[in-house]
């Protein structure tokens, strides 16, 4: 009975058995599949150790190749955080830098930048951070003496960096610059030259461009003319011509013509034009020039009619070159020399001189011409022949902008009748010469006379009525004096009032000023009155007009008459000194005088005098004119009148009273001024005019007439 729970625990212990090995079977297997599962997981683990460790050697060269290249590239590259603090620097930019790399590491851009750059690049960071996009600027920055210009790319790396790469971009900057300066002159040639250039579209014909020249041409605006089509302002007659001009083009051939375009107001004008093909934003474009030759037509015109003329003269004209090979002879040389018009151009001018000319020709001729650029006078040609022609002839030599003789011309007249005529009139013109010398000199007598005649009237006539209103005035600024010293102690009287209204307007007007200063006036004005009538009287004594008859006269006042009209030469001048006149008066008595002549021959004489002062004087000497006078014998009285000038020589003082000689310089003297005072002072006063001189010594005029004379007619 024991034996039983001995058996069933034997069973229980088999069946036991038989679940433990079923089990360490089962957790065999599953053991084994796990042992697989984690053998291919550590293999799987292994590949990928392998694989990172692969990645990490493939990584590492990647960085180290990335570094070399960081190190390695020109440009500026730098990695800055989002206060644009330098955290990176490339080494290679470092030369491209303003400042050592390690003085700007750690730094702000505000502690090494301008603040409107670091505005600038801060502003550009905050963005890309804020953005997660690429953005690019341009800047400048002063690297050593230059400005270096940069374009920078600037892109984000983290949250909080960015990479700054900068190139330097001056050569650029320096291109583009000569671009547009390029572009400015090929604009400026465009806007100043002279000709018409247009450009306009083949396809289309629409006008892309027109200079100013182009438009001023045709009258119109440049906003104007781009609206038009070239059948608006080409002349419907050179319509035709204007479609051979688009095919031409297109074929790519250039076009040239001439043509008549139409101005804004309708006139027509002639022009002269150029097309080719220009590809402009690429399309086929025609580029124009036209010129105005409306001048030149006219000058071929003129041209033409000169030339009709020229053949129609009587005259030899011909033209030749630089040589002396001519090239033109009109139809009257032909005939003259006997030249065939097939041979104008085949023969040397020399070859047409007379022999004995020929030696004038060379030696002072053809010097002359090519000397000065022209030579006239007679000379004598030689026909094929053998005729001898006598001719006056002018030979011009024609130069260019840079003075050099590009042709010559000549014109010659044959003057074989003249020669007969002026033979026969050679007598006559000699028996006539002293009869005309004679006219002349009474001509210029009476013409003077004339002037001078008219100059007393105008200068009597401009003394009388100055003389009035100054007479008026000075006689008026007593009573003005009176008034206002009258107004002053009136004012006076306020003033010691000590009226408050009196002394603000009084500081207004600077009342104590006033009352100086209106005295002086008035002083001023008595002075310039009484200077006036001084001249009044001085033109008055002077112009003598009431006394065309003999009259007894203050010599001395008639020579302070005519200083004082002469007063205006006397005074200093620029690079010129003051006149200065000594008059060594004696005590003369009243004279019997035309006065009127004799202050004719006073101003010559001291019109003559200043002239010659100012052309120098002797020694360096302060340029002065002595006026003298003296009583002789108790019956005649001298004046005499003396420059310390540079004289003149003996040859000039025999001829100085001769009518129509001077020493002045052409349209400056008539020469009759001292012949006319010698016929004054010897034919109408009865007495004597003598001039005194030796070069360098100055000269002396003296005259003597008589106190008391018979009158003369």
């Given at each position: 009975m024991n034996n039983i729970p001995i058996q069933q625990e034997i069973i229980l212990l088999r069946q036991q058995n038989a679940d433990l090995q079923q089990q360490l079977a089962q957790f065999t297997s599953e053991s084994n599949t796990r042992i697989a599962q984690l053998e291919k997981e550590l293999q799987d683990t292994q590949?990928?150790?392998?694989?990172?460790?692969?990645?990490?050697?493939?990584?590492?060269?990647?960085?180290?190749?990335?570094?070399?290249?960081?190190?390695?590239?020109?440009?500026?590259?730098?990695?800055?955080?989002?206060?644009?603090?330098?955290?990176?620097?490339?080494?290679?930019?470092?030369?491209?830098?303003?400042k050592p790399p390690t003085e700007i590491i750690g730094k702000t851009a505000y502690e090494v930048l301008p603040t409107h750059l670091a505005?600038?690049?801060?502003?550009?960071?905050?963005?890309?951070?804020?953005?997660?996009?690429?953005?690019?600027?341009?800047?400048?920055?002063?690297?050593?003496d230059q400005e270096i210009w940069f374009e920078a790319n600037i892109a984000p790396m983290t949250n909080n960096t960015v990479v700054w790469v900068a190139r330097d971009i001056s050569d650029r900057k320096a291109t583009e610059a000569a671009l547009r300066e390029q572009e400015a002159q090929y604009r400026n040639i465009?806007?100043?030259?002279?000709?018409?250039?247009?450009?306009?579209?083949?396809?289309?014909?629409?006008l892309v461009a027109a200079n100013p020249a182009l438009c001023k041409m045709h009258g119109y605006t440049p906003a104007e003319f781009i609206q038009l089509s070239p059948f608006d302002y080409i002349h419907s007659d050179y319509f035709h011509l204007f479609e051979e001009f688009i095919r031409t083009i297109n074929m790519g051939l250039e076009f040239h013509a001439q043509a008549v375009d139409i101005r804004k107001d309708g006139t027509c004008f002639d022009i002269e034009v150029t097309g080719k093909l220009l590809n402009y934003n690429g399309k086929p474009h025609t580029l124009s020039v036209v010129r105005d030759i409306s001048q030149r037509k006219q000058a071929e015109k003129e041209q033409r009619r000169l030339t009709t003329i020229l053949e129609a003269t009587t005259d030899i004209i011909g033209i030749a070159d630089v040589n002396g090979?001519?090239?033109?002879?009109?139809?009257?040389?032909?005939?003259?020399?006997g030249i065939p018009a097939s041979e104008t151009d085949k023969f040397h001018i020399s070859e047409f001189v007379e022999p004995s000319m020929l030696d004038k020709f060379q030696k002072e001729s053809l010097p002359t011409l090519l000397e000065?650029?022209?030579?006239?006078?007679?000379?004598?040609?030689?026909?094929?022949?053998?005729?001898?022609?006598?001719?006056?002839?002018?030979?011009?030599?024609?130069?260019?902008?840079?003075?050099?003789?590009?042709f010559l011309s000549t014109i010659a007249r044959d003057i074989r009748d003249r020669l007969q005529i002026e033979a026969q009139l050679r007598q006559q013109a000699e028996d006539l010469a002293q009869?005309?010398?004679?006219?002349?000199?009474?001509?210029?007598?009476?013409?003077?006379?004339?002037?001078?005649?008219?100059?007393?009237?105008?200068?009597?006539?401009?003394?009388?009525?100055?003389n009035n209103p100054v007479n008026f005035i000075h006689g008026n600024l007593t009573h003005l004096e009176e008034h206002t010293e009258d107004l002053l102690q009136v004012i006076n009287l306020y003033q010691?009032?000590?009226?408050?209204?009196?002394?603000?307007?009084?500081?207004?007007?600077?009342?104590?000023?006033?009352?100086?200063?209106?005295?002086?006036?008035?002083?001023?004005?008595?002075?310039?009155?009484?200077?006036?009538?001084?001249?009044?009287?001085?033109?008055r004594n002077f112009s003598r007009m009431?006394?065309?008859?003999?009259?007894?006269?203050?010599?001395?006042?008639?020579?302070?008459?005519?200083?004082?009209?002469?007063?205006?030469?006397?005074?200093?001048?620029?690079?010129?000194?003051?006149?200065?006149?000594?008059?060594?008066?004696?005590?003369?008595?009243?004279?019997?005088?035309?006065?009127?002549?004799?202050?004719?021959?006073?101003?010559?004489?001291?019109?003559?005098?200043?002239?010659?002062?100012?052309?120098?004087?002797?020694?360096?000497?302060?340029?002065?004119i002595t006026v003298r006078t003296a009583v002789i014998d108790s019956d005649w009285i001298t004046i005499a009148i003396a420059d310390n000038g540079m004289g003149m020589s003996e040859q000039i003082q025999k001829q100085i009273f001769n009518p129509f000689f001077t020493t002045k310089p052409v349209g400056k003297g008539t020469g009759m001024g001292m012949s006319i005072s010698y016929q004054i002072i010897t034919e109408k006063h009865a007495g004597k005019l003598e001039c005194y001189s030796q070069p360098g010594q100055g000269t002396e005029f003296v005259i003597t007439i008589p106190i008391c004379q018979p009158i003369i007619d």
């Open positions: 590949q990928l150790l392998q694989n990172y460790q692969q990645a990490e050697i493939e990584l590492k060269a990647e960085q180290a190749e990335l570094l070399a290249l960081f190190n390695a590239i020109q440009d500026v590259i730098i990695v800055v955080d989002a206060e644009c603090r330098y955290l990176k620097i490339a080494p290679s930019c470092a030369p491209l830098l303003y505005d600038l690049f801060v502003g550009c960071i905050q963005q890309v951070l804020k953005t997660k996009k690429n953005t690019k600027i341009e800047y400048s920055l002063p690297i050593g465009f806007e100043a030259v002279s000709d018409g250039i247009s450009l306009m579209e083949l396809e289309t014909g629409k090979n001519n090239r033109y002879l009109n139809q009257a040389g032909q005939k003259m020399l000065k650029g022209i030579w006239s006078g007679e000379s004598k040609l030689l026909s094929r022949s053998g005729e001898e022609v006598p001719v006056s002839q002018v030979m011009i030599a024609h130069k260019n902008e840079q003075g050099e003789i590009e009869t005309l010398q004679e006219l002349q000199r009474t001509q210029a007598q009476m013409i003077q006379a004339e002037k001078m005649s008219s100059l007393g009237q105008l200068v009597a006539g401009v003394a009388h009525e100055i010691a009032m000590n009226l408050p209204e009196f002394e603000t307007l009084s500081e207004e007007i600077d009342l104590d000023y006033i009352q100086q200063d209106l005295p002086k006036i008035l002083q001023s004005m008595k002075i310039g009155t009484q200077r006036i009538r001084q001249i009044v009287l001085s033109l009431d006394e065309a008859e003999f009259k007894d006269v203050d010599i001395h006042e008639g020579i302070d008459s005519t200083l004082m009209i002469l007063q205006h030469r006397l005074k200093e001048k620029p690079q010129f000194p003051e006149i200065q006149v000594i008059r060594d008066y004696a005590s003369l008595p009243l004279v019997e005088c035309y006065a009127g002549q004799l202050n004719q021959v006073l101003m010559n004489i001291l019109t003559n005098a200043i002239d010659a002062l100012e052309m120098g004087t002797r020694k360096d000497e302060p340029p002065t």
